[in-house]
């Protein structure tokens, strides 16, 4: 089970929020999600010599998630729902990523050619989930490996990296730079997996399609 199974009883609870917020347009709601990934880097990129910055990141990216789920609600309970939110809710998401996983391989915590790979690999299952939408199956979110799984398991790594005072992580005879470089070892294989799911459920709903 994936995180995104608990997505409609997450968008349940952040109604009342969307509300008190129906009066900033969607799109600032958006832009303040990729703002929220902007400063989780800029506490990766302090934490080498500010430990204490690695507890800021769940937060940052609790913000994250919230303003992806609140900016579509907005739009729909304000009516202001419209087919260029979705290109920037795309874009600002794929960038967020980018940020966030590239931008730990340039900090001491993870190795850059492990993140460099495991962003790439993000990016396909993302790009896998939104062909989806492209041939008519819809939107795919499905997977091991969805936006919520890498946010929880990024925040987790932050504050184990925290409680090791960025002590080096020795697992199998192998050394990792941190908790992070973990982290990233395992997304490879997972963001693989998540692609290979969303291709699968697209087959399925086309031929479910076709044989209508």
Known sequence: MALY???????????????R???IHPDWITIAGLGASVLAFLCFLGAST??????????????RIACNALDGLVAQRTGKARTFGEVLNEGTDRLADVILLLGLGVTPLASFPLAALATVLVLLSSYSGILGK????????????????????MGLAA???WKMDLAPLHIGGFEFRSAFDVMLACFV????????????????????????
Request: charged share 20%; hydrophobic share 55%; no cysteine.
């Open 159 to 161: 504050l184990i990296t």
């Open 50 to 63: 500010e430990h204490w910055l690695l507890l800021l990141v769940p937060w940052w990216l609790f913000v």
């Open 189 to 212: 294989p997972l963001a693989v997996i998540t692609a290979g799911q969303r291709i699968v459920s697209i087959r399925a709903r086309l031929n479910q399609s076709d044989s209508l």
């Open 134 to 153: 492209a041939v008519g199956a819809g939107r795919q979110y499905g997977g091991v490996l969805g936006k919520a799984d890498r946010m929880f398991w």
């Open 21 to 23: 917020l129906a009066w």
């Open 5 to 19: 199974d608990v997505k409609p009883r997450f968008r349940q609870f952040l109604i009342p929020v969307a509300d």
